[in-house]
Nanobody, 123 residues
Framework: EVQLVESGGGLVQAGESPRLSCAAS????????IGWFRQAPGKEREGVSC????????YYADSVKGRFTVSSDNAKNTVYLQMNNVKPEDTAVYYC????????????????WGQGTQVTVSS
């Protein structure tokens, strides 16, 4: 069974730089794009970033562009989301998800999801 496991969340202060990890197992990493999504209390889940192993493309939501960086470590089958200069509005549960080959803005394109990790940013 395919598994995605997020880690690295917690309570941080505004301006800090936490890093989230998404460890993938039991599938061929090269055949998938890994997306990061987040859901804040009372809000719909939104796409944050994505990286495609197939073509190396990366995408960012406007709200995080210039502050967040997505990367992958192929040897570890792990994708990272480096979050710099976090703000209270970044508070959310962050999920990673896997879609075949290429990134998509549509959640339905993602076949596998992690359980989520909470990031809380205090001001």
């Amino acid at each position: 069974e395919v598994q995605l496991v997020e880690s690295g969340g917690g309570l941080v202060q505004a301006g800090e730089s936490p890093r989230l990890s998404c460890a993938a197992s039991r599938f061929t990493f090269d055949d998938y794009a890994i997306g990061w999504f987040r859901q804040a209390p009372g809000k719909e889940r939104e796409g944050v970033s994505c990286i495609s192993r197939r073509d190396g493309s990366k995408y960012y939501a406007d709200s995080v562009k210039g502050r967040f960086t997505v990367s992958s470590d192929n040897a570890k089958n792990t994708v990272y989301l480096q979050m710099n200069n976090v703000k209270p509005e970044d508070t959310a549960v962050y999920y990673c998800a896997a879609a075949p080959l290429y990134c998509s803005r549509y959640e339905l394109a993602y076949d596998y999801w992690g359980q989520g990790t909470q990031v809380t940013v205090s001001s």
